[in-house]
């Protein structure tokens, strides 16, 4: 392998570590900035430096917010008997854009999974707990994604929310809008007639 | 089912080399050690997605050439429609492609091509450990059924996580909590696996009775059972029996940590005249009856697929006499057959059909 001056070198290895990041790319980036104006290459830098100072987690939550509680959790028009808890702050976003959910959110910070080393108690969801005891909720709705690690997640967290009386609710998951039932796999496929919904 | 034409590349002990098959019977031949049985296991890939002889693609590279990659291309007709299957494998991955698209997950490839291979290896169903079984049995269901292949991928899935929940350090109530979760969505799962299995089971059971009993001479009589955590089951609650006893366990699988109960650690329980075949079946008797389960396993593709899978034989006809030899490919006689061994005057002699033969050495085809 190729080694290049330390301070490049670093810079590659600094992208590597950056989630679907290979050496490959890593390098394209690197030399990417390097050939950046140096005001450019200066703005990138201090925006990483200006996030990682403001940006917190919400500590109502679990969103990455500038303000404590987070915007979402400060708006008092939303609907409080509600929480939506998905996987990543990310997702927030994502449901937001729908602008069918009006109730608030909890962000776990990923799923439970064992071989990768996080377990019950690595994930944000002892202060969900905490939410529900303490707050007036009459659903939660899991949010997290259907793969095997999402789905006993949610099952295990709707252990955990059991003895509490709400109702637990899991989104359907199915065919995207626009593609066709032919050519849908069948992991999905199935996915979809396990969320089907009665409609006469 | 036909295979028109194999395009190797970079694949096993070919750099590149094409070979073309005739719909009948086609004869590979050459010395031990050239590259017969390459051929049928990059055939048998096509409708697998894996290898019958590592689970490693990398082995498969052509260690001698510079490259770091290996292609299949095969060409074949499925219900008189041409079709194209290629299977590539580099640093980045495999990556399965039919008909030139890219299928984004593997089980896209099952029930596209099928083909059924028979090996001297296959002895191991009868004599080999409890996994042979296993392998045999799941390897076939998910080449009629890929709704079966994902279903393992899922269970195989989370069996990884609960035995590394087991192997993790300290014992707490969210960690039992969690395992009993585990537990019921593996009760779910892995009571569908063995669902299927014991289906599938139900009709091998009778039909490699009639088999075996015929090229037996009438003489043996096979039986085949399901063997769940040590007890043979029906298709009874499977998820509730399965539920049960994973409760029982759980306590000596926090011990030892590992996990004990599920279709992982099942087996199937072969018995020629009563006798378990694995401890008690003479030399002839585990090859009738490797014969006997892959001839049944033939039909049963043929009626859930409808359509003929490609035959392959390895090195398998020389061990059987001339009359057997005969009954076999008599019995496929619609099928195409590929067939390998060293001495092509001693396979098939008198055969009044045409047959193609393909002649390799050292990683070429011969003409
Ligand atoms: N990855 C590989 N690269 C190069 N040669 C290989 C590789 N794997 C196997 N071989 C060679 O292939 C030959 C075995 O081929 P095989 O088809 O099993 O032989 P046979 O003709 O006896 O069936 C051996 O010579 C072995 O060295
Ligand atoms: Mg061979
Ligand atoms: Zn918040």
Redesign the pocket.
């Given at each position: 392998m190729i080694r290049y001056t330390s301070s490049i070198e670093k810079l590659i290895e600094s992208f590597m570590k950056l989630p679907g990041i290979g050496r490959k790319t890593a390098k394209r980036l690197a030399f990417h900035i390097l050939e950046m104006p140096k005001e450019k290459a200066e703005e990138i830098a201090q925006s990483i430096l200006d996030a990682r100072k403001n940006i917190i987690t919400c500590s109502v939550c679990g969103d990455l917010t500038d303000t404590d509680p987070c915007r979402i959790c400060s708006d008092k028009r939303r609907d409080s008997a509600l929480i939506c808890v998905v996987q990543e702050p990310g997702d927030i976003m994502a449901m937001e854009r729908t602008g069918q959910y009006f109730g608030y959110y909890h962000v776990l910070h990923g799923v439970i999974s064992p071989m990768d080393g996080i377990g019950p108690n690595d994930i944000n969801l002892k202060s969900l707990l905490t939410r529900v005891s303490e707050n007036d909720i009459k659903e939660v709705i899991l949010a997290v994604n259907p793969t095997v690690e999402g789905e006993a997640t949610a099952m295990y967290i709707s252990k955990l929310l059991a003895p509490f009386g709400v109702t637990v609710s899991r989104i359907a998951h199915g065919i995207p809008v626009g593609s066709d039932i032919e050519y849908t796999d069948e992991v999905t496929l199935a996915k979809a007639i396990e969320g089907r919904r009665v409609i006469r | 089912m036909i295979v028109k034409s194999l395009t190797l590349t970079n694949?096993?002990?070919y750099v590149q080399q094409t070979v073309e098959f005739d719909n009948g019977i086609n004869i590979?031949h050459?010395?031990?050690?050239?590259?017969?049985?390459?051929?049928?296991?990059s055939i048998f890939m096509c409708s697998a997605a894996k290898s019958p002889r590592t689970s490693n693609f990398k082995?498969?590279?052509?260690?001698?050439t510079n490259d770091d990659f290996f292609v299949i291309s095969m060409d074949y007709s499925f219900r008189d429609m041409d079709s194209n299957i290629k299977i590539k494998y580099d640093n980045r991955g495999k990556t399965f492609i039919y008909n030139d698209i890219v299928l984004d997950k593997v089980g896209e490839l099952m029930t596209r091509f099928l083909s059924i291979l028979f090996t001297p290896e296959d002895l191991y169903i009868i004599k080999g450990g409890p996994e042979c079984r296993r392998r045999f049995l799941d390897m076939f269901i998910c080449q009629v059924d890929k709704g079966y292949f994902y279903l393992l991928q899922k269970y195989n899935r989370l069996l990884k996580q609960k035995s590394s929940c087991l192997k993790a350090d300290a014992d707490s109530s969210e960690k039992e909590t969690y395992i009993h979760v585990l537990n019921d969505y593996m009760a779910d799962i892995g009571s569908k696996v063995i669902d299927k299995r014991l289906s599938v089971l139900r009709e091998m059971k009778e039909k490699t009775y009639a088999i075996h009993k015929n090229i037996s001479n009438g003489l043996e009589e096979i039986d085949l059972n399901y063997v769940f955590s040590g007890k043979k089951i029906d298709d009874h609650n499977v998820k509730e029996t399965m539920n049960q006893k994973l409760d029982e366990s759980l306590e000596k699988e926090l011990l030892r940590k590992v996990c004990l109960v599920g279709p992982h650690r099942d087996d199937i329980e072969i018995r020629i005249n009563e006798k378990d075949a694995r401890t008690f079946g003479s030399q002839g008797q585990i090859r009738t009856a490797a014969l006997s389960l892959k001839l049944c396993q033939a039909d049963i593709m043929e009626k859930k697929c409808g359509e003929k899978p490609v035959v392959l034989l390895?090195?398998v006809l020389s061990e059987l006499d001339i009359g057997r030899q005969r009954a076999i490919v008599e019995k496929f006689q619609k099928n195409q057959i590929i067939i390998?061994c060293?001495d092509k005057e001693k396979i098939l002699e008198n055969n009044n059909g045409s047959i193609r033969y393909i002649f390799?050495q050292?990683?070429k085809i011969i003409v």
């Amino acid at each position: 392998m190729i080694r290049y001056t330390s301070s490049i070198e670093k810079l590659i290895e600094s992208f590597m570590k950056l989630p679907g990041i290979g050496r490959k790319t890593a390098k394209r980036l690197a030399f990417h900035i390097l050939e950046m104006p140096k005001e450019k290459a200066e703005e990138i830098a201090q925006s990483i430096l200006d996030a990682r100072k403001n940006i917190i987690t919400c500590s109502v939550c679990g969103d990455l917010t500038d303000t404590d509680p987070c915007r979402i959790c400060s708006d008092k028009r939303r609907d409080s008997a509600l929480i939506c808890v998905v996987q990543e702050p990310g997702d927030i976003m994502a449901m937001e854009r729908t602008g069918q959910y009006f109730g608030y959110y909890h962000v776990l910070h990923g799923v439970i999974s064992p071989m990768d080393g996080i377990g019950p108690n690595d994930i944000n969801l002892k202060s969900l707990l905490t939410r529900v005891s303490e707050n007036d909720i009459k659903e939660v709705i899991l949010a997290v994604n259907p793969t095997v690690e999402g789905e006993a997640t949610a099952m295990y967290i709707s252990k955990l929310l059991a003895p509490f009386g709400v109702t637990v609710s899991r989104i359907a998951h199915g065919i995207p809008v626009g593609s066709d039932i032919e050519y849908t796999d069948e992991v999905t496929l199935a996915k979809a007639i396990e969320g089907r919904r009665v409609i006469r | 089912m036909i295979v028109k034409s194999l395009t190797l590349t970079n694949f096993r002990n070919y750099v590149q080399q094409t070979v073309e098959f005739d719909n009948g019977i086609n004869i590979i031949h050459g010395k031990n050690g050239q590259g017969k049985t390459n051929i049928l296991e990059s055939i048998f890939m096509c409708s697998a997605a894996k290898s019958p002889r590592t689970s490693n693609f990398k082995e498969m590279v052509n260690m001698d050439t510079n490259d770091d990659f290996f292609v299949i291309s095969m060409d074949y007709s499925f219900r008189d429609m041409d079709s194209n299957i290629k299977i590539k494998y580099d640093n980045r991955g495999k990556t399965f492609i039919y008909n030139d698209i890219v299928l984004d997950k593997v089980g896209e490839l099952m029930t596209r091509f099928l083909s059924i291979l028979f090996t001297p290896e296959d002895l191991y169903i009868i004599k080999g450990g409890p996994e042979c079984r296993r392998r045999f049995l799941d390897m076939f269901i998910c080449q009629v059924d890929k709704g079966y292949f994902y279903l393992l991928q899922k269970y195989n899935r989370l069996l990884k996580q609960k035995s590394s929940c087991l192997k993790a350090d300290a014992d707490s109530s969210e960690k039992e909590t969690y395992i009993h979760v585990l537990n019921d969505y593996m009760a779910d799962i892995g009571s569908k696996v063995i669902d299927k299995r014991l289906s599938v089971l139900r009709e091998m059971k009778e039909k490699t009775y009639a088999i075996h009993k015929n090229i037996s001479n009438g003489l043996e009589e096979i039986d085949l059972n399901y063997v769940f955590s040590g007890k043979k089951i029906d298709d009874h609650n499977v998820k509730e029996t399965m539920n049960q006893k994973l409760d029982e366990s759980l306590e000596k699988e926090l011990l030892r940590k590992v996990c004990l109960v599920g279709p992982h650690r099942d087996d199937i329980e072969i018995r020629i005249n009563e006798k378990d075949a694995r401890t008690f079946g003479s030399q002839g008797q585990i090859r009738t009856a490797a014969l006997s389960l892959k001839l049944c396993q033939a039909d049963i593709m043929e009626k859930k697929c409808g359509e003929k899978p490609v035959v392959l034989l390895d090195d398998v006809l020389s061990e059987l006499d001339i009359g057997r030899q005969r009954a076999i490919v008599e019995k496929f006689q619609k099928n195409q057959i590929i067939i390998t061994c060293t001495d092509k005057e001693k396979i098939l002699e008198n055969n009044n059909g045409s047959i193609r033969y393909i002649f390799v050495q050292k990683g070429k085809i011969i003409v």
